[in-house]
């Protein structure tokens, strides 16, 4: 967890800002139109951008979907509708303590794929039962027609092609975090830090890639024409979550 904060606070130290991660999407979209992008981070950016804003600002920028950490379904009315009205999916998370009882309305208004944390602690632990998110995969899948991509300890080719068996996608956070931090020199990038990213990225995607030339079902595409099961799909956090400890302007 120690490395989200110390890119936060690199962030925070470069000037970034909510605005300023959707201008990078902005820039992004001009190479590329058929990648998906889904924002990550909390909701109190967003509050302070301004929520009608925010969606009109995301959509216009290229965004296609949100996962906010902090908005429980009891919490919808939020933004849930209006980023549906435009057309954002909206992602949820569910954990190893999602239980039946509380899917169903961890489920509702969940649209683009199913994000799981397969542990429960912090991120950049490792994953002590391959079996255990096999059986958690299968049961959210039993509730839902939506892809499910696994997160949490997904760090070396080995995972990404065991957890590639089961789910229909998988989250790598941590460990392209550390890729970057690893590179860094003075807390900037350096000429190795794109080839840090890009090799372990490949990595990961031979080890996806692998898993379904095991003879495993394959999994439904979504979101974007790639070879399931690792989703291509561009993941940004502003980072500013950046925004959350300063309280400032959008």
């Known amino acids: 967890m120690w490395l989200f904060s110390w890119a936060g606070q690199r962030a925070l130290a470069a000037g970034q800002t909510l605005r300023g991660a959707l201008g990078t999407v902005e820039n992004f979209r001009r190479k ?82 199913v994000y799981y944390v397969s542990m429960i602690g912090i991120t950049g632990a490792a994953l002590k039962s391959h079996g255990a998110v096999s059986d958690a995969v299968a049961r959210i899948q039993s509730h839902t027609d939506l892809p499910v991509a696994v997160s949490f300890g997904i760090k070396a080719t080995e995972d990404a092609a065991d957890i590639g068996r089961h789910a229909d996608g ?57 070879a399931p099961p690792l989703i291509r799909i561009a993941i940004i956090s502003s980072l500013g979550d950046a925004d959350i400890t300063t309280r400032g302007p959008p």
């Open 32 to 113: 590329d139109e058929t990648t998906p992008i889904v924002l990550m981070g909390y909701y109190n950016p967003i509050y302070i951008f301004g929520v009608p804003a925010f969606v009109a600002a995301a959509k216009a920028a290229g965004v296609d979907g949100l996962i906010i950490l902090d908005l429980p379904p009891e919490e919808d009315d939020e933004l849930c509708p209006p980023a549906m009205v435009a057309g954002l999916n909206f992602i949820r998370l569910t954990t190893p303590t999602t239980d039946d009882k509380r899917l169903p309305a961890v489920l509702k208004n969940s649209l683009g794929f």
């Open 170 to 226: 998988i989250v790598v956070g941590t460990v392209l975090v550390d890729a970057v931090a690893r590179s860094l020199v003075d807390d900037k990038a350096s000429e190795t830090t794109v080839a840090a990213v890009r090799d372990l990225v490949a990595n990961l995607a031979a080890g996806a890639k692998r898993s379904r030339s095991w003879g495993y079902p394959q999994a439904s595409e979504f979101l974007c024409p790639c």
